[in-house]
């Protein structure tokens, strides 16, 4: 995911009008129970921190429920049933699949206590599968359609006006961030007793619009609608929020640059669009091959000046002997005992 809005941006692009209200209000920031900030990153991957709504009802009885509060939470929910050191517990729990939420031990429990959130980036990445055995995954990120002449990308030609872009007459003026369906889960240490907030992302079989860079896609909330009906599980039930959420045909994505396969790598370039029909550029072992191959073997050379029956040997094509690194792909929660 690219996750990098500071608090005060997120607040502001998540402005909000209360059901009996005529003016927008801003989603209240509130800091971790655990003391815990976001992890900014261009390369956001499963473990770290970073932003996520709710209805201020979870932490406050008293609260109405379309009140809403964005704090930092961790990526990947802990199972409740987990003892040991909250990243140790051997599941993968970043997304959790539609299909098999009522079913799931790990994921019915939070579906049914109404903990229902809003997961909330730029974009997030996927890759396309190659055409080719041994090929590289093409990543992709994507995100939402910006208003004309913003880009969520660039967001240091529009942060310094922040007080431009909001008001409480016209809400929030400014580029949209992506809001994802999620399910939220509170574990308590057993070692400590310290109190973490994780979570994790919905996924749906792709819309047709989509299907052809992955099979799957993460739930998307469009609208303000959407966002208030996943927010409110007091007037919203399990069920029906589940049924409300559909595979989204409006995102908007381009190409980029397959450093972002590698976790490790961060930076600005990792979200520029990329051209696909511009050659790559080779490594410098990556030319020394190719110059190699295309030389052939000396030896055989030699062969082929006193044997004119023995032929030189020509590799054709160098393609598939180098690769860039590519992302393991993280197998989705099976816990379903």
């Given at each position: 995911m690219l996750?990098?809005?500071?608090?005060?941006?997120?607040?502001k692009a998540c402005t909000y009008k209360k059901m009996k209200s005529d003016c927008y209000t801003q989603a209240e920031w509130r800091e971790s129970?655990?003391?815990?900030?976001?992890n900014p990153s261009t390369n956001f991957v499963p473990t770290f921190y970073g932003p996520v709504m709710i209805s201020k009802k979870h932490l406050d009885p008293n609260a109405d429920p379309d009140d809403r509060v964005l704090t930092p939470m961790m990526w990947g929910i802990?199972?409740?049933?987990h003892k040991g050191p909250p990243t140790q517990h051997k599941i993968s729990t970043n997304n959790c699949r539609i299909e098999r939420i009522t079913e799931s031990r790990l994921y019915k429990d939070p579906l049914n206590k109404g903990r229902r959130c809003v997961v909330l980036c730029e974009g997030f990445y996927e890759w396309k599968k190659p055409k080719s055995?041994?090929?590289?995954?093409?990543?992709?990120?994507?995100?939402?359609?910006?208003?004309?002449?913003?880009?969520?990308?660039?967001?240091?030609?529009?942060t310094d006006r922040l007080d431009e872009l909001w008001s409480k007459e016209d809400g929030w003026k400014g580029p949209k961030p992506l809001t994802m369906a999620g399910l939220f889960d509170i574990w308590k240490s057993p070692e400590d007793d310290s109190i973490i907030y994780s979570y994790s992302i919905i996924t749906m079989d792709s819309s047709s619009a989509f299907a052809w860079i992955h099979e799957r896609m993460p739930a998307i909330l469009e609208t303000e609608d959407d966002v208030r009906d996943w927010?409110?599980?007091?007037?919203?039930?399990?069920?029906?929020?589940?049924?409300?959420?559909?595979?989204?045909?409006?995102?908007?994505?381009h190409p980029v640059s397959t450093d972002v396969n590698n976790a490790k790598n961060k930076g600005n370039h990792l979200t520029k669009p990329i051209d696909l029909n511009k050659p790559k550029k080779l490594s410098g072992s990556g030319k020394f091959m190719t110059n190699w191959l295309s030389q052939g073997s000396p030896v055989k050379a030699e062969k082929s000046e006193s044997s004119p029956k023995e032929g030189v040997k020509r590799h054709s094509s160098t393609k598939d002997l180098v690769q860039g690194t590519s992302a393991k792909k993280v197998k989705e929660d099976e816990a379903t005992n």
């Open positions: 996750s990098t809005l500071s608090p005060d941006v997120l607040c129970s655990n003391g815990k900030e976001c802990i199972p409740r049933w055995k041994g090929g590289i995954k093409q990543p992709y990120i994507i995100y939402f359609p910006q208003p004309e002449g913003q880009s969520m990308f660039e967001s240091e030609t529009w927010l409110d599980y007091t007037r919203v039930p399990a069920e029906q929020a589940l049924a409300k959420l559909k595979a989204s045909s409006i995102l908007t994505f």
